[in-house]
Protein backbone atom coordinates (compact mmCIF):
# COMPACT_ATOMS: atom_id res chain seq x y z
CA UNK A 1 0.00 0.00 0.00
CA UNK A 2 0.93 3.76 -0.77
CA UNK A 3 0.46 6.67 0.61
CA UNK A 4 2.24 8.73 -1.91
CA UNK A 5 0.65 11.95 -3.57
CA UNK A 6 2.35 10.98 -6.56
CA UNK A 7 0.56 7.29 -6.82
CA UNK A 8 -1.39 7.05 -10.43
CA UNK A 9 -3.97 4.24 -10.04
CA UNK A 10 -3.26 1.45 -12.84
CA UNK A 11 -5.57 0.88 -15.62
CA UNK A 12 -6.88 -2.41 -14.31
CA UNK A 13 -6.34 -3.05 -10.61
CA UNK A 14 -5.29 -6.27 -9.56
CA UNK A 15 -5.26 -7.81 -5.76
CA UNK A 16 -1.25 -8.64 -5.12
CA UNK A 17 -0.63 -7.32 -1.93
CA UNK A 18 -2.02 -6.75 1.88
CA UNK A 19 -4.13 -3.64 2.15
CA UNK A 20 -3.07 -2.81 5.47
CA UNK A 21 -4.59 -2.23 8.54
CA UNK A 22 -6.59 -3.65 11.37
CA UNK A 23 -8.48 -6.05 8.93
CA UNK A 24 -5.37 -6.48 6.15
CA UNK A 25 -5.94 -10.29 7.37
CA UNK A 26 -9.39 -10.79 6.09
CA UNK A 27 -10.36 -8.61 3.44
CA UNK A 28 -10.28 -10.30 0.24
CA UNK A 29 -12.41 -9.27 -3.32
CA UNK A 30 -14.04 -12.21 -3.92
CA UNK A 31 -16.97 -13.75 -2.40
CA UNK A 32 -17.85 -17.31 -1.11
CA UNK A 33 -16.96 -19.47 1.26
CA UNK A 34 -13.04 -20.31 2.05
CA UNK A 35 -13.93 -23.58 4.57
CA UNK A 36 -16.81 -25.72 5.51
CA UNK A 37 -18.09 -25.28 8.80
CA UNK A 38 -22.17 -25.67 9.65
CA UNK A 39 -23.65 -23.06 11.64
CA UNK A 40 -25.05 -24.04 15.06
CA UNK A 41 -28.54 -24.39 15.96
CA UNK A 42 -30.02 -24.02 19.41
CA UNK A 43 -33.55 -25.06 20.62
CA UNK A 44 -35.36 -21.41 19.91
CA UNK A 45 -37.62 -20.47 16.92
CA UNK A 46 -34.75 -17.75 15.92
CA UNK A 47 -31.17 -18.44 15.43
CA UNK A 48 -28.67 -15.21 14.78
CA UNK A 49 -25.41 -15.40 14.09
CA UNK A 50 -23.63 -11.93 14.92
CA UNK A 51 -20.87 -10.08 16.82
CA UNK A 52 -21.10 -7.08 19.20
CA UNK A 53 -20.71 -4.22 16.67
CA UNK A 54 -22.75 -1.63 15.89
CA UNK A 55 -24.69 -3.63 13.53
CA UNK A 56 -25.14 -6.57 15.52
CA UNK A 57 -26.26 -4.82 18.51
CA UNK A 58 -29.30 -3.68 16.58
CA UNK A 59 -30.71 -6.40 16.83
CA UNK A 60 -29.91 -8.28 19.88
CA UNK A 61 -31.87 -5.22 20.88
CA UNK A 62 -34.55 -5.53 19.02
CA UNK A 63 -34.58 -9.40 20.18
CA UNK A 64 -34.87 -8.42 23.82
CA UNK A 65 -36.98 -5.32 23.29
CA UNK A 66 -39.70 -8.01 21.39
CA UNK A 67 -39.42 -10.32 24.41
CA UNK A 68 -39.82 -7.33 27.13
CA UNK A 69 -43.45 -7.07 24.98
CA UNK A 70 -44.09 -10.67 26.03
CA UNK A 71 -43.59 -11.57 21.91
CA UNK A 72 -42.67 -14.97 23.33
CA UNK A 73 -42.59 -16.25 19.78
CA UNK A 74 -38.67 -13.63 19.87
CA UNK A 75 -36.55 -16.71 21.94
CA UNK A 76 -33.97 -16.73 20.26
CA UNK A 77 -30.00 -18.10 19.86
CA UNK A 78 -27.52 -15.64 19.64
CA UNK A 79 -24.42 -17.47 18.43
CA UNK A 80 -20.65 -16.00 18.38
CA UNK A 81 -19.27 -14.87 14.64
CA UNK A 82 -15.32 -13.92 15.03
CA UNK A 83 -14.63 -11.99 11.90
CA UNK A 84 -11.33 -11.47 13.09
CA UNK A 85 -10.85 -15.43 12.95
CA UNK A 86 -13.35 -15.83 9.18
CA UNK A 87 -16.17 -16.82 10.67
CA UNK A 88 -18.12 -15.52 8.58
CA UNK A 89 -16.35 -17.26 5.62
CA UNK A 90 -17.45 -21.14 6.24
CA UNK A 91 -19.83 -22.32 4.53
CA UNK A 92 -22.63 -22.57 6.69
CA UNK A 93 -22.60 -18.52 7.16
CA UNK A 94 -22.09 -17.91 3.79
CA UNK A 95 -25.41 -20.04 3.16
CA UNK A 96 -26.87 -17.75 5.47
CA UNK A 97 -25.47 -14.54 4.45
CA UNK A 98 -23.77 -14.74 1.10
CA UNK A 99 -22.37 -11.19 1.60
CA UNK A 100 -20.62 -12.72 4.84
CA UNK A 101 -21.26 -9.66 7.01
CA UNK A 102 -22.81 -10.02 10.04
CA UNK A 103 -25.49 -10.64 11.34
CA UNK A 104 -27.50 -13.13 10.01
CA UNK A 105 -30.42 -14.91 11.19
CA UNK A 106 -32.55 -17.66 10.33
CA UNK A 107 -36.11 -17.90 11.48
CA UNK A 108 -36.62 -21.67 11.91
CA UNK A 109 -40.45 -20.97 13.25
CA UNK A 110 -41.97 -22.74 10.29
CA UNK A 111 -41.68 -25.84 8.77
CA UNK A 112 -39.14 -24.15 6.27
CA UNK A 113 -36.16 -22.29 7.37
CA UNK A 114 -35.80 -18.72 6.03
CA UNK A 115 -32.75 -16.64 6.12
CA UNK A 116 -32.68 -13.31 6.55
CA UNK A 117 -29.75 -11.01 6.21
CA UNK A 118 -28.53 -7.01 6.70
CA UNK A 119 -29.31 -5.66 9.99
CA UNK A 120 -31.92 -3.27 8.45
CA UNK A 121 -33.70 -6.05 6.49
CA UNK A 122 -33.18 -8.08 9.73
CA UNK A 123 -35.58 -4.91 12.55
CA UNK A 124 -38.02 -4.40 9.24
CA UNK A 125 -38.91 -8.66 9.14
CA UNK A 126 -38.93 -9.02 12.89
CA UNK A 127 -41.27 -5.58 13.11
CA UNK A 128 -43.74 -7.26 10.45
CA UNK A 129 -43.85 -10.40 11.87
CA UNK A 130 -44.28 -9.77 15.50
CA UNK A 131 -46.51 -6.41 14.83
CA UNK A 132 -44.59 -4.18 17.02
CA UNK A 133 -41.87 -1.21 16.99
CA UNK A 134 -43.51 -0.08 13.19
CA UNK A 135 -46.20 2.32 12.79
CA UNK A 136 -49.34 1.15 11.02
CA UNK A 137 -50.03 4.52 9.98
CA UNK A 138 -49.37 5.18 6.61
CA UNK A 139 -47.45 8.41 7.03
CA UNK A 140 -45.42 7.55 10.52
CA UNK A 141 -44.45 4.29 9.15
CA UNK A 142 -43.14 6.18 6.33
CA UNK A 143 -41.11 8.18 8.58
CA UNK A 144 -40.08 5.74 10.54
CA UNK A 145 -38.26 3.43 7.36
CA UNK A 146 -37.73 6.67 6.32
CA UNK A 147 -35.09 6.98 8.92
CA UNK A 148 -34.20 3.32 8.65
CA UNK A 149 -32.99 3.69 5.60
CA UNK A 150 -31.24 6.76 6.35
CA UNK A 151 -29.38 4.78 9.02
CA UNK A 152 -28.34 1.92 6.31
CA UNK A 153 -27.22 4.55 3.77
CA UNK A 154 -25.36 6.78 6.13
CA UNK A 155 -23.14 4.73 8.33
CA UNK A 156 -20.79 3.54 6.22
CA UNK A 157 -19.52 7.14 5.94
CA UNK A 158 -18.84 6.53 9.89
CA UNK A 159 -17.82 3.16 9.83
CA UNK A 160 -15.78 2.15 6.52
CA UNK A 161 -15.18 5.84 5.91
CA UNK A 162 -14.39 7.99 9.52
CA UNK A 163 -13.61 5.25 11.34
CA UNK A 164 -11.38 3.13 9.23
CA UNK A 165 -9.48 6.11 8.34
CA UNK A 166 -9.08 7.80 11.63
CA UNK A 167 -8.47 4.22 13.59
CA UNK A 168 -7.99 1.41 11.76
CA UNK A 169 -6.01 2.39 8.30
CA UNK A 170 -2.06 1.68 8.08
CA UNK A 171 -0.89 5.27 7.76
CA UNK A 172 -2.94 8.15 8.81
CA UNK A 173 -4.38 10.49 5.69
CA UNK A 174 -5.37 13.82 6.34
CA UNK A 175 -7.71 14.03 3.50
CA UNK A 176 -9.63 11.01 4.02
CA UNK A 177 -10.02 11.72 7.70
CA UNK A 178 -10.82 15.14 6.79
CA UNK A 179 -13.34 14.02 4.15
CA UNK A 180 -15.01 11.52 6.37
CA UNK A 181 -15.34 13.80 9.47
CA UNK A 182 -17.34 16.60 7.42
CA UNK A 183 -19.86 13.80 6.79
CA UNK A 184 -20.13 12.25 10.20
CA UNK A 185 -20.30 15.94 11.97
CA UNK A 186 -23.20 16.62 8.97
CA UNK A 187 -24.59 13.24 9.99
CA UNK A 188 -24.62 13.95 13.62
CA UNK A 189 -26.18 17.62 12.80
CA UNK A 190 -28.76 15.67 10.92
CA UNK A 191 -29.85 14.07 13.63
CA UNK A 192 -29.49 16.71 16.04
CA UNK A 193 -31.67 18.79 14.57
CA UNK A 194 -34.65 16.21 14.19
CA UNK A 195 -34.34 15.20 18.20
CA UNK A 196 -34.88 19.04 18.54
CA UNK A 197 -38.39 18.67 17.29
CA UNK A 198 -39.12 15.03 18.30
CA UNK A 199 -38.26 13.23 21.39
CA UNK A 200 -37.42 10.31 19.35
CA UNK A 201 -36.42 9.67 15.71
CA UNK A 202 -39.44 9.06 13.66
CA UNK A 203 -42.06 10.85 15.62
CA UNK A 204 -42.81 10.69 19.27
CA UNK A 205 -42.72 6.77 19.61
CA UNK A 206 -39.76 4.17 20.08
CA UNK A 207 -39.40 2.47 16.61
CA UNK A 208 -37.09 0.41 15.01
CA UNK A 209 -35.35 3.70 12.95
CA UNK A 210 -34.32 4.14 17.06
CA UNK A 211 -32.74 1.20 17.44
CA UNK A 212 -30.93 1.20 14.60
CA UNK A 213 -29.71 4.36 14.35
CA UNK A 214 -28.47 4.08 18.78
CA UNK A 215 -25.67 1.61 18.38
CA UNK A 216 -23.92 3.49 15.85
CA UNK A 217 -24.66 7.41 16.41
CA UNK A 218 -25.90 6.81 19.59
CA UNK A 219 -22.21 5.26 20.63
CA UNK A 220 -20.51 7.78 18.95
CA UNK A 221 -22.28 10.53 21.13
CA UNK A 222 -21.37 8.41 24.47
CA UNK A 223 -17.46 8.13 23.16
CA UNK A 224 -17.95 3.93 22.78
CA UNK A 225 -16.89 4.22 18.38
CA UNK A 226 -13.29 4.81 17.33
CA UNK A 227 -11.56 6.80 20.43
CA UNK A 228 -13.19 9.93 18.35
CA UNK A 229 -15.46 11.47 21.24
CA UNK A 230 -13.10 14.75 21.40
CA UNK A 231 -12.19 14.87 18.12
CA UNK A 232 -15.66 15.02 16.77
CA UNK A 233 -16.84 17.59 19.68
CA UNK A 234 -20.01 14.80 20.32
CA UNK A 235 -20.95 16.84 23.41
CA UNK A 236 -22.21 19.34 21.08
CA UNK A 237 -24.83 17.36 19.98
CA UNK A 238 -26.83 18.24 22.59
CA UNK A 239 -30.29 16.65 21.69
CA UNK A 240 -28.56 13.34 20.16
CA UNK A 241 -26.88 13.02 23.85
CA UNK A 242 -30.35 13.28 25.51
CA UNK A 243 -31.86 10.52 23.16
CA UNK A 244 -28.89 8.58 23.74
CA UNK A 245 -29.18 8.74 27.67
CA UNK A 246 -32.74 8.16 27.12
CA UNK A 247 -32.87 4.84 25.33
CA UNK A 248 -29.86 3.57 27.59
CA UNK A 249 -32.25 3.91 30.65
CA UNK A 250 -34.40 0.64 28.90
CA UNK A 251 -33.39 -2.59 29.85
CA UNK A 252 -33.68 -4.69 26.91
CA UNK A 253 -31.27 -1.85 25.42
CA UNK A 254 -28.55 -2.98 28.37
CA UNK A 255 -29.27 -6.50 27.52
CA UNK A 256 -28.81 -6.07 23.76
CA UNK A 257 -25.32 -4.78 24.39
CA UNK A 258 -24.11 -7.53 25.76
CA UNK A 259 -25.07 -10.26 23.53
CA UNK A 260 -22.03 -11.15 21.33
CA UNK A 261 -20.09 -8.73 23.02
CA UNK A 262 -16.36 -9.52 23.06
CA UNK A 263 -14.69 -6.47 24.11
CA UNK A 264 -14.84 -3.89 27.15
CA UNK A 265 -15.33 -5.08 30.74
CA UNK A 266 -15.83 -8.69 31.09
CA UNK A 267 -19.03 -8.12 33.26
CA UNK A 268 -20.38 -6.51 30.04
CA UNK A 269 -19.80 -9.15 27.88
CA UNK A 270 -22.38 -12.28 27.12
CA UNK A 271 -20.54 -14.05 24.10
CA UNK A 272 -23.37 -16.40 23.11
CA UNK A 273 -27.13 -16.57 24.72
CA UNK A 274 -29.60 -19.25 24.29
CA UNK A 275 -31.60 -18.24 27.67
CA UNK A 276 -32.59 -15.43 29.45
CA UNK A 277 -31.08 -16.99 32.53
CA UNK A 278 -27.61 -16.14 30.59
CA UNK A 279 -27.98 -12.70 31.90
CA UNK A 280 -29.06 -13.12 35.15
CA UNK A 281 -26.22 -15.37 35.58
CA UNK A 282 -23.54 -12.84 34.31
CA UNK A 283 -24.82 -10.52 37.15
CA UNK A 284 -24.40 -12.63 39.38
CA UNK A 285 -20.73 -13.39 38.43
CA UNK A 286 -20.53 -9.09 38.35
CA UNK A 287 -21.71 -9.41 42.11
CA UNK A 288 -19.18 -12.12 43.00
CA UNK A 289 -16.01 -10.17 41.11
CA UNK A 290 -16.94 -7.25 43.17
CA UNK A 291 -17.22 -8.96 46.25
CA UNK A 292 -13.66 -10.77 45.88
Known amino acids: MTSSPDYVPPKVWTWNKPS ?7 NRPIA ?15 QLYSLGTPNGVKVTIMLEELLALGRRGAE ?18 VAANPNSKIPALVDRSGPTPIRVFESGSILLYLAEKFGAFLPAE ?4 AECLSWLFWQMGAAPYLGGGFGHFYAYAPTKIEYAIDRFAMEVKRQ ?3 LDRRLAESEYIAGGTYTIADIAIFPWYGGLAKGWLYGAAEFLSVQDY ?11 ER ?18 QLHERHDASDFATKTQDKVAAAAS
Open 32 to 46: GPTHDKDLPVGRHPL
Open 20 to 26: GGRFATI
Open 251 to 268: PAVKRGRMVNRISGEPSS
Open 76 to 93: YDAWLIRIGDGDQFGSGF
Open 238 to 248: KHVQRWADMLL
Open 188 to 190: LDV
Open 138 to 141: TGAR
